[in-house]
T-cell receptor, first 115, second 113 residues
Framework: GAVVSQHPSWVICKSGTSVKIECRSLDFQATTMFWYRQFPKQSLMLMATSNEGSKATYEQGVEKDKFLINHASLTLSTLTVTSAHPEDSSFYIC???????????FGPGTRLTVT | AQTVTQSQPEMSVQEAETVTLSCTYDTSESDYYLFWYKQPPSRQMILVIRQEAYKQQNATENRFSVNFQKAAKSFSLKISDSQLGDAAMYFCAYRRTTEKLVFGKGTKLTVNP
């Protein structure tokens, strides 16, 4: 099956700094990528949807200036958490779809801890 | 807006037994897809099974099968011969064409040896 990777798998940063999370589709071209946030024991919450070369579409309530998403190529999307604060600590998951929209593949997730 | 409801926050099953996880959804559309995803402790989301709404036949993947009742908007997952490795969070999800996936809140499945 198709593989989506994320890097890093775990990152600790100090409050006020920015951190970038990379998401790559390894063996397919991702027409659309998605970024989710997941709190402990909860479901996935969609943050934004991005298509290669165009601006991301953010879900209501998600601060686009805090969570910068760049989908520079068909295999790479990045999420940058700017001026991170402890409340941004969470598990972030990226996902991608290929030619078949109903086949959505998930990355292994990134645990962000802001101290 | 479409909603997905999983009414069982937690379920448990004995190893080798069968368990059914419930899922209902709300939509006015006739063409859509339904999914069950598994999230083990590693937190990697894994697709368990997919059902196309236009197909009357219930999808099956080895020990996993669904009971898709379109009129009732019900989509339950049956796990047969449960194994310790089946222990995970299970999420039911709905998607219509190119729209986003809508997830339920999940059911935590415990498998007792």
């Amino acid at each position: 099956g198709a593989v989506v990777s994320q890097h890093p798998s775990w990152v600790i940063c100090k409050s006020g700094t920015s951190v970038k999370i990379e998401c790559r589709s390894l063996d397919f071209q991702a027409t659309t990528m998605f970024w989710y946030r997941q709190f402990p024991k909860q479901s996935l919450m969609l943050m934004a949807t991005s298509n290669e070369g165009s601006k991301a579409t953010y879900e209501q309530g998600v601060e686009k200036d805090k969570f910068l998403i760049n989908h520079a190529s068909l295999t790479l999307s990045t999420l940058t958490v700017t001026s991170a604060h402890p409340e941004d600590s969470s598990f972030y998951i990226c996902s991608a779809t290929g030619p078949k929209f109903y086949e959505q593949y998930f990355g292994p997730g990134t645990r962000l801890t802001v101290t | 807006a479409q909603t997905v409801t999983q009414s069982q926050p937690e379920m448990s099953v004995q190893e080798a037994e069968t368990v059914t996880l419930s899922c209902t959804y709300d939509t006015s559309e006739s063409d859509y897809y339904l999914f069950w995803y598994k999230q083990p402790p590693s937190r990697q989301m894994i697709l368990v099974i997919r059902q196309e709404a236009y197909k009357q036949q219930n999808a099956t993947e080895n020990r996993f099968s669904v009971n898709f009742q379109k009129a009732a908007k019900s989509f339950s997952l049956k796990i047969s011969d449960s194994q310790l490795g089946d222990a995970a969070m299970y999420f039911c999800a709905y998607r219509r064409t190119t729209e986003k996936l809508v997830f339920g809140k999940g059911t935590k499945l415990t498998v007792n040896p």
